[in-house]
């Protein structure tokens, strides 16, 4: 079975600190990937999505960036961490083999609480 | 553009009633596909049910149901026998086409009473 592994659960950083975020799925090949930031109390804010190796898709101009060096593997970087980074970050991957409007579900991970400081 | 709406910030319902959370949504592509995800205090985004644009029936998973009404553009999760377990913030989203990515409401957070 599929699972999808991120860590960490928790982080602090001060402003200024660069950012490392990783996630994992285990049990497939060719996921979609994405990454949705969380603020407090809100919905879920897509930040960036990936089709396939070295291909990424920013939804929002920000202070971050995303990459995914190998198919099963997607990371969130900061060279410099903002206040406003603050929020929930989940990843989450889908199959990407679903035909037109079918059900391509997203799976998520747990999700990376981080306060920036 | 389109625009999944929640606007049940928060909702009250004894245990063992049913209860439905609203959502309405804006696109122009016939082809979409309408979700509904619980988030619990872990944090963590549970997929409950789907529903795509050509579905003739509404969808059912369990005490879930998606009363979906075409015409009026709206997705509402029906909770039936609710539980403690059942209190969370739900989300509705919503792909359209051959889009790879979900949009996201605001979210309802659903307590649970005895």
């Known amino acids: 079975s599929q699972t999808i592994h991120q860590w960490p659960a928790t982080l602090v950083q001060p402003v200024g600190s660069p950012l490392s975020l990783e996630c994992t799925v285990e049990?497939?090949?060719?996921?979609?990937l994405y990454w949705y930031r969380q603020a407090a109390g809100r919905g879920l804010q897509l930040l960036f999505y990936?089709?396939?190796?070295?291909?990424i898709s920013s939804e929002v101009p920000q202070n971050l960036s995303a990459s995914r060096p190998q198919d099963r593997q997607f990371i969130l970087s900061s060279k410099k961490l903002l206040l406003s980074d603050s929020g929930f970050y989940l990843c989450?991957?889908?199959?990407?083999?679903?035909?037109?409007?079918?059900?391509?579900?997203?799976?998520f991970g747990s999700g990376t609480q981080l306060s920036v400081l | 553009a389109q625009k999944i709406t929640q606007t049940q910030p928060g909702m009250f319902v004894q245990e063992k009633e049913a209860v439905t959370l609203d959502c309405t949504y804006d696109?122009?592509?016939?082809?979409?596909?309408l979700f509904w995800y619980k988030q619990p205090s872990s944090g963590e985004m549970i997929f409950l049910i789907y529903?795509?644009?050509?579905?003739?029936q509404n969808a059912t998973e369990g005490r879930y149901s998606l009363n979906f009404q075409k015409a009026r553009k709206s997705a509402n999760l029906v909770i039936s026998a609710s539980q403690l377990g059942d209190s969370a913030m739900y989300f509705c989203?919503?792909?359209?086409?051959?889009?790879?990515?979900?949009?996201f409401g605001t979210g309802t957070r659903l307590q649970v009473t005895l």
């Open positions: 989203a919503m792909r359209h086409g051959t889009a790879s990515k979900l949009t």
């Open positions: 989450a991957w889908s199959d990407g083999k679903g035909l037109r409007g079918t059900n391509e579900k997203l799976f």
């Open positions: 049990g497939t090949s060719n996921p979609n």
């Open positions: 529903q795509g644009s050509y579905d003739q």
């Open positions: 990936s089709v396939g190796i070295g291909q």
């Open positions: 696109t122009s592509d016939p082809s979409y596909g």
